[in-house]
């Protein structure tokens, strides 16, 4: 049946199938696979059924592994199950996967395939996911298309079914999980063709059933166990006949055909590529190339990995192959080859005589593409190539400059067989104008065509505030296949113009190309406005500019900011790819689509912004040479680091690629304070301090998220030497005869505002202005930029000479957390600053996967930084699920090497001055002058040791800053302590061990997205609960009370700061496990992130967030340790929830479930109230018994 | 005998002169059928606001928009909706709720901002079932350069556009800052209006003295406002052809009754139903029955305008004399 083709992703492409053969779906989110849970958990939540009619049922689970036992479950039950997943989620799956495929267990698990972290986590795509589950017993297939991606779900689904064997469906993350392509969509009839009833019907009745009871899953001893697992093997053996009947069928219904092994090239080719996955097409483009060249080579793109098929394998290879190069994109480090290279050698090695090539082929191997490195045709030219020399590497890189172990093939970078009918464009935009999501609807628009194809790839920014976009669309007359970035466009642009000033936008400008730029003002005087580079290049390559002021045009329109209809309109009208008024009308037709649920008023607007966009763009005559005098800004200053200026530079400029492997550190340690050299100045209004009204509070930096409100005190020097900084006489209680100067950093704010907010102080003659008031940056750049740099060479105030239980004192202290890329308004950061202003010089942090850790710690620079004396947070990510034990660890670790410092200083102690080593063995450390008195000791000791050349002493020299107390803080989100890591972080609590555990309680996974976690309350919206979560949030804080030696705080910092504060010096005094909850506001609430400080208030004063806190020590005798901080609830949930969309949203799209789950949600805040109150009285422990011991 | 309390409002024939006028109250459906209950002739639904469906799908927008295809692995940070009754839905599936839940004429509210939306909202709540249509017309009008002479002549447009486009009676609600009122009145009439509400309040913007800020504050009428539009009613009684709803103040039955004398076609309430509840409905058309009765009234019809500019005893008190009036009789008491 022939089909409309539709314009989806690969994740899209495949949740397709995946949802409409299954009937029970278990999902866990995690980047680049959440799209296809998503998509599943949205589908079953409208009711759209499955190809058998059926509703399929979704359950989010706490983690991969629990979605894998639920997939097993629902197997062992005999539902159609199915799960999505990728990497570690993957690695996590592991266990219940041997289980599965142990019981011959039908299913298919959907892989958007990406990199198992090692030295460092990459969210991007390779096979070392998939490679590492190899051994489980799985049937894998590659799928190397968005097109495939669709078809080979179908296939895995319909071969599981036929054999048994579970299968691993898996395809490229992002560069196939994201990529935006035209494809024909395969129908229910099809689908129920390939899934035939009896099969499911055999499935079902293999399922456990206590009518015909059966026992699965029985503890075997030596004398059977091998046996029974050489018992499946026949099933194994049939996979590859069943997979390519499933294929030949396929190929029937649908017209589209498929191998397990699969060659492309010279029917006589003498040296050919083995691939497999997305990596294929660039191969197949380069032997195309080579092969009009007269050149015998061709590719063999690998369907069926496992179970290898050895004759099928052989078969596909033309017989006069004489050198093989395979490609594998993983590494396994120690092996003699990667996996795909030993299954070559292997099945040559194996192959029945006579099918073989004529002549047994060299072989070598080779590594591309690890998470998502490009992998070009010229790369692929560049195998080719190394095949036809006469000593070619045996294991090489390509893709790289490995000047180290010199394993790296070079490739021509002017090899780019790029079709002359296709037409290529890249955008630069902002995330929030809208860039990325307006070049999907082009994509989609160019695919409306019956006679055009198009393609779209989106790469994203390392920051989340004032993140850039960067889209490559590909569009022509015929299937585009190109998995690889563009690098000559006929057409850029630049959706805004500061970009021009920091980044070199043309730098993959075609010659003759065209050039719309996003640019305020009158047409007539871009040009002079534009850095010299961009001159110049727009000259060299006789490039046409065109102009359009989109945020007027968009304004004008009642838009906003939103420019991205009226750049998406003057795309078309240039590009030509339709005819103007066709295209016009083709985005008209597609705001209709895509807007119309979201208002009349949306659409509305959008069409005048089309009917303006063009009248507003206009040609820039260019001159035959430059006249600028500005040139682009140097990505770092020229005083930063010498790694910072060989290594950091060229991240950030985006030309990482040309990195040496010798320029990388070996083990992934970097150093931090890395933040402060990245000067992205995204903000357009920069908060600016009046000295004359300000209180000296301390709010402003207490609550800025990225650290770039920054207070500091110097003494009063009656004019003389005062720093060149506004400044006014300091009014704390400390400190006299001092100055306090407060200061925005204006190239690392992002204006988010939300200083500006919490400002209690205002001038009597007009309220409006506060003592920080946000003025444009371009009116005070200049001499803010000054200001910064005079107040940074100010002197830090001694840690012990300020009140660190105040707010406005522990605002006097360093950050050591600075200029994260987190959103703008994060709620969580400023925790994170205050953490480092109170303990940053001693403390070491264990951080879970998540927001945090990749604001935290996502090249190409990091916020975690240091002191002038260089002490700082020493950081480290593991994974997601185990933040609690790595946590637990590290206090383990640093405990020992205390230990033996005290030992041997215990040992040493008669051959030490005085008193020192008695001293340094009973310090107590009960405040900052304490701590500042054990590092002098610490000196001391170091030179009372130097020179000493017994073991002992050169022990105890590498070991004596130990004796200064380490604060470990075990930092995560809510997804990790109430979901994945929560059976951690339970067993770390139990412990007993002196840990801080700090949660960043977004109530949601920010990171990826907004999906449901346990802390999502209840009535609220998120993905994975799409109708309001119908139960309520787990309480962390009372689960860990029970324990009864936790310290538990729950704190909202622009609720009550000081009960904050407080609480973090409380929580790292506590000489054992601490358990802080702290609420933050995020994006995925839905609320204006300037005022996130007065949401957390009003989550307060209704009692949706008490404060509270619980103090073990507090808890022998007669005292209470349970105290609540905040009074009772004044106003109703409901007041609250009007404000955030996250519930105001369910009061819109289904009005009676909304009422309905607010009630519930009231009551669940007065009946936890309830019984706080009562848990004010109660003794914890039994007066007696305590007296008694 | 028992009075006669039917009154005829836009060409509609009512039960008795006692409507609920637009506000909260009426949305709920509960609500609405115990006012029913209680006696209450008709109600008018609570307003439409273009300004307000503008703004709701513009956060909509931006809330999907915000933080969208921005980071690679949180590409957007809410659910698609199946549906989120964007823009009018919602209201218009309530009132055709409204409609069929009670057997009195439901009268839809409109306040509108552009030309285009006061035509299309009027058309949708006529499609909806309501009876008739208030278009609810208020607004500030801070720019000096913008002439009371413009600002009237666009309201004319506006009626004359609305009333082409649909066939259900057409009210017009509105304050009372207009110098000519009178004149506006008639010309209003003469576009197409069926019916003049007088008058609408506003939610003036109030100072919060803890906080120092300016928040809106809408607080419930006191009897004492009926006095204005009894005056405007009284006045235009008999001068223009549409009928007259008379609103703000409507506390007691006394009031109604003076309403009804001065030359109201019904009175309008709200506050008083806030304050004691529907039931309150009952109280009013009783009390106003009692003092018919009492009075020897056979039906409203003969006690509309009895007291109107043109058939009171006295009606220059109705005019300016009438301040003095009040002043003359306040000082008879004093020492």
Same mark, same amino acid.
Request: negative net charge.
């Given at each position: 049946m022939t089909r409309r083709p539709v314009t989806v992703d690969g994740n899209e492409a495949c949740a397709s199938i995946a949802y409409r053969v299954n009937e029970v779906i278990a999902i866990y989110p995690i980047t680049p696979a959440s799209p296809m849970g998503e998509l599943a958990d949205a589908w079953s939540n409208a009711g759209r059924v499955n190809a058998f009619g059926v509703v399929p049922r979704v359950i989010e689970m706490q983690s991969e592994g629990g979605a894998a036992g639920a997939v097993h479950g629902a197997l062992q039950a005999g539902a159609l199950t199915t799960t999505f997943t990728a990497s570690q989620g993957l690695l996590l799956m592991l266990p219940n996967m041997f289980k599965i495929a142990g019981e011959l267990t039908p299913t298919v698990f959907h892989i958007a395939a990406r990199t198992v972290a090692t030295h460092a986590l990459s969210i991007f795509g390779d096979h070392s996911d998939v490679n590492a589950v190899r051994s489980s017993g799985w049937a894998m297939l590659a799928s190397s298309s968005v097109q495939e991606a669709h078809d080979m779900a179908l296939v895995a689904h319909a071969a599981t079914l036929r054999s048994r064997v579970p299968f691993l469906h898996f395809f490229d993350g992002f560069r196939t999980s994201h990529e935006v392509a035209k494809i024909s969509v395969v129908g229910d009839d099809d689908i129920r063709a390939m899934i035939a009833p009896e099969l499911v019907r055999a499935h079902r009745e293999r399922g456990l059933d206590p009518d015909a009871p059966v026992l699965r899953g029985s503890a075997q001893n030596p004398d059977v166990f091998f046996q029974a697992r050489e018992a499946a093997s026949p099933f194994y053996d049939a996979v590859p006949s069943i997979t390519a009947e499933a294929m030949a069928e396929f190929a029937t219904r649908t017209g589209r055909r498929y191998e397990l092994f699969e060659y492309h090239g010279h029917p006589d080719a003498e040296r050919v590529i083995v691939i497999m996955g997305s990596g294929r097409d660039a191969a197949h483009h380069a032997a195309d190339v080579l092969v009009d060249r007269g050149e015998r080579v061709g590719v063999v793109t690998v369907r069926l990995y496992r179970p290898f098929d050895t004759e099928a394998f052989v078969n596909a290879l033309p017989r006069t192959t004489t050198a093989i190069a395979v490609l594998d994109r993983t590494k396994e480090p120690g092996a003699v080859g990667e996996p795909l290279y030993q299954d070559v050698l292997a099945a040559l090695s194996e192959a029945t005589p006579g099918t073989a090539p004529a002549v047994r082929p060299s072989v070598i191997g080779g590594r591309y593409?690890?998470?998502?490195k490009e992998f070009t045709p010229a790369m692929a030219a560049a195998v080719f190539a190394e095949l036809a020399v006469d000593t070619p590497k045996r294991h090489f890189t390509i893709?790289?400059?490995?000047?180290?172990?010199?394993s790296s093939l070079r490739w021509d970078r002017g090899f780019r067989p790029e079709p002359a009918d296709e037409t290529r464009a890249i955008f630069y935009g902002l995330g929030s104008d809208g860039t990325v999501g307006a070049n999907k609807n082009s994509v989609r628009i160019i695919n409306e065509e019956p006679d055009l194809y198009a393609q779209g790839y989106f790469v994203y920014d390392s920051r989340k505030a004032g993140a850039m976009t960067t889209s490559h669309l590909r569009f022509g007359p015929r299937l585009i296949r190109a998995p690889y970035l563009i690098d000559q466009a006929e057409f850029v642009a630049c959706h805004q113009f500061e970009f021009l000033s920091r980044l070199d936008v043309l730098e993959h400008a075609a010659p003759g190309g065209t050039f719309l730029l996003n640019a305020s003002g009158p047409p007539e005087r871009v040009w002079d406005a534009l850095p010299l580079e961009v001159q110049s290049t727009i000259i060299d390559r006789q490039l046409r500019v065109y102009v359009v002021d989109a945020h007027r045009v968009a304004e004008e329109a009642g838009l906003g900011g939103r420019i991205n209809t009226v750049m998406q309109t003057c795309f078309f009208a240039l590009a030509e790819v339709l005819p103007r008024a066709v295209a016009l009308e083709r985005i008209r037709e597609a705001i209709r689509g895509t807007y119309g649920k979201r208002g009349e008023s949306i659409v509305r607007k959008n069409l005048a912004a089309v009917d303006a966009a063009v009248d507003g763009m206009h040609e820039v005559p260019v001159p035959s040479n430059p006249t600028a005098t500005r040139r682009r800004r140097p990505a770092v200053p020229d005083t930063a680091p010498d790694f910072v200026q060989r290594v950091t530079r060229l991240m950030i400029e985006g030309r990482g690629d040309l990195l040496p492997v010798s320029a990388m550190p070996v083990d992934g340690t970097f150093p931090t304070g890395t933040a402060r050299y990245e000067k992205r100045g995204i903000a357009r209004e920069l908060p600016i301090w009046d000295?004359?009204? $300000?209180?000296? $509070?301390?709010l402003c930096a207490l609550v800025c998220p990225h650290a770039a409100i920054r207070t500091k005190v110097f003494p009063d020097g009656n004019g003389n030497g005062r720093p060149a900084v506004p400044s006014k006489p300091f009014s704390g209680r400390v400190l006299p005869e001092h100055r306090l100067s407060i200061q925005v950093a204006p190239d690392d704010c992002t204006g988010c505002g939300v200083c500006v907010d919490v400002c209690p102080a205002h001038r009597k003659e007009a309220v409006r202005h506060k003592a920080i008031n946000m003025l444009p940056r371009a009116d005070v750049l200049t001499r803010e930029r000054a200001q910064y740099d005079a107040f940074l060479d100010i002197p830090e105030i001694a840690r012990r000479d300020v009140p660190l239980a105040t707010i406005q004192g522990s605002q006097l202290l360093e950050p050591l957390f600075e200029y994260s890329g987190a959103c703008a308004g994060c709620g969580e950061t400023p925790y994170l600053k205050l953490l480092t202003q109170l303990f940053g010089d001693r403390i070491v942090v264990a951080n879970a996967t998540g927001c945090s850790s990749i604001f935290g710690g996502n090249l190409p620079t990091t916020p975690w930084s240091c002191d002038r004396a260089g002490r700082g947070p020493a950081w480290a990510n593991s994974l997601f699920e185990d933040n609690g034990e790595f946590g637990l660890g590290l206090r383990l670790g640093i405990d020992h090497k205390a230990k033996v410092a005290r030992e041997r200083l215990s040992r040493l102690a008669p051959e030490l001055p005085g008193t020192l080593a008695s001293e340094l063995l009973t310090a107590s450390f009960d405040d900052e002058a304490d701590l500042a008195r054990q590092r002098e000791r610490v000196e001391q000791l170091r030179h009372a040791l130097a020179g000493r050349d017994t073991p002992d002493a050169a022990e105890l020299l590498t070991l004596a800053d130990q004796l200064v107390p380490r604060s470990v803080w075990i930092v995560g989100g809510d997804g990790w302590a109430y979901d994945i890591g929560f059976g951690g972080l339970d067993h770390v609590l139990a412990s007993g061990e002196n840990v801080n555990v700090l949660v960043l309680d977004t109530e949601v996974y920010s990171n990826t997205g907004g999906q449901a976690s346990k802390s999502t309350p209840r009535a609220a919206v998120a993905k994975f609960a799409a109708g309001g979560k119908p139960i309520g949030k787990k309480d962390l804080g009372m689960l860990a009370m029970a324990y009864g030696n936790v310290y538990v705080a729950q704190i909202a910092i622009g609720a009550n700061p000081k009960q904050a504060v407080r609480s973090f010096l409380d929580a790292a005094a506590y000489p054992g496990p601490s358990l802080l909850i702290a609420y933050c506001q995020c994006i995925a609430h839905g609320l204006d992130m300037t005022k996130g400080m007065e949401h957390q208030k009003a989550a307060v004063e209704t009692g949706y967030w008490p404060l509270y806190h619980f103090d073990p020590r507090r808890a022998s005798g007669t005292d209470h340790p349970f105290r609540v901080d905040s009074r009772a609830p004044k106003r109703r949930f409901e007041e609250f929830a009007a404000t955030e969309a996250r519930f105001a949203m369910l009061r819109r799209s289904d009005p009676e479930r909304a009422a309905e789950l607010f009630a519930l949600a009231q009551r669940d805040i007065d009946v936890r109230w309830h019984l706080y109150e009562q848990m004010v009285g109660v003794e914890r422990s039994i007066p007696d018994s305590e007296t008694a011991s | 005998m028992t009075p006669d309390l039917r009154t005829g409002y836009l060409g509609l024939t009512l039960k008795n002169p006692v409507v609920i006028s637009a506000c909260p109250l009426t949305e709920r459906i509960d609500t609405l059928q115990k006012l029913e209950e209680h006696g209450a002739a008709a109600a008018v639904f609570p307003s439409l606001f273009e300004e307000q469906i503008e703004r709701e799908e513009m956060e909509l927008h931006g809330l999907y928009e915000t933080g969208a295809e921005t980071y690679g692995e949180s590409l957007s940070y809410f659910p698609d909706m199946v549906d989120y009754n964007a823009g009018s839905t919602n209201y218009l599936r309530m009132l055709e709720l409204a409609v069929q839940s009670v057997g009195i004429p439901i009268i839809g509210s409109l306040n509108g901002v552009s030309r285009g939306g006061w035509v299309r909202f009027a058309r949708s709540i006529e499609d909806a079932g309501a009876a008739a249509l208030e278009l609810n017309v208020y607004g500030i009008f801070p720019d000096p350069a913008r002439t009371a002479a413009d600002v009237e002549a666009e309201l004319v447009d506006l009626v004359t556009a609305v009333r082409e486009r649909i066939s259900i009676p057409l009210a017009v609600k509105l304050p009372p800052f207009f110098t000519a009122f009178a004149n506006l009145a008639t010309r209003l009439a003469d576009a197409g209006a069926d019916g003049l509400v007088l008058f609408n309040r506003f939610v003036h913007a109030d100072i919060d003295l803890d906080t120092l800020r300016v928040a809106p504050n809408l607080v419930l009428s006191e009897p004492f406002e009926s006095r204005l539009p009894l005056m405007w009613v009284a006045l235009l009684r008999g001068r223009v052809s549409a009928s007259l709803a008379a609103t703000s103040g409507v506390h007691a039955p006394a009031d109604v009754v003076k309403l009804l004398l001065s030359g109201a076609d019904v009175t309008m309430t709200a506050s008083a139903i806030y304050r004691r509840g529907p039931e309150h409905v009952r109280t009013l058309v009783s009390g106003l029955s009692a003092w018919m009765t009492e009075n020897e009234y056979d039906s409203v019809e003969q006690m509309k305008g009895s007291l109107s500019h043109a058939h009171a005893p006295d009606p220059g008190v109705f005019e300016r004399v009438g301040y003095m009036r009040t002043l003359a009789s306040f000082s008879r008491w004093m020492p």
């Open positions: 593409g690890l998470a998502s893709g790289i400059t490995d000047d180290v172990s010199h000295p004359e009204i $300000c209180i000296d $509070c301390g | -």
